[in-house]
């Protein structure tokens, strides 16, 4: 996973709230109730999403509603969903995407 250094993102108000448990890569990970995916990655520090197709450079949120598509996971074994507009939910599997290109489907 990329990590940044120092959290980027952080919260206005750091009163508890409800949370659901979600696996990042593999690793339990606790989000809060109403975030979207791409919300409650960047509250976990992770500075990256996925790497660019052709470069391989590394991509994260940009517009946060749905528009860029740079913040493309696999949710529950879906690919290419769209990081900020799925809401977080219990039990729910997070990948990233760090290879550059996928094989295309033949």
Avoid: H, K, W
């Avoid at 989000?31 to 976990?44: C, T």
């Avoid at 990081?83 to 977080?88: E, G, N, Q, Y």
């Amino acid at each position: 996973m990329f990590f940044a250094g120092d959290a980027m993102f952080s919260r206005y108000s750091n009163s508890p709230s409800a949370s659901v448990t979600v696996s990042v890569g593999g690793s339990p990970c606790c989000a809060r109730v109403g975030d979207s995916v791409a919300a409650a990655l960047l509250a976990l520090g992770i500075a990256a999403f996925r790497a660019a197709p052709v470069s391989g450079s590394a991509r994260a949120p940009y517009c946060m509603m749905g528009v860029c598509f740079d913040c493309l996971v696999m949710i529950d074994g879906v690919p290419d969903q769209q990081a900020c507009l799925v809401p977080v939910e219990e039990g729910m599997r997070i990948e990233l995407c760090r290879s550059g290109r996928r094989p295309r489907d033949e």
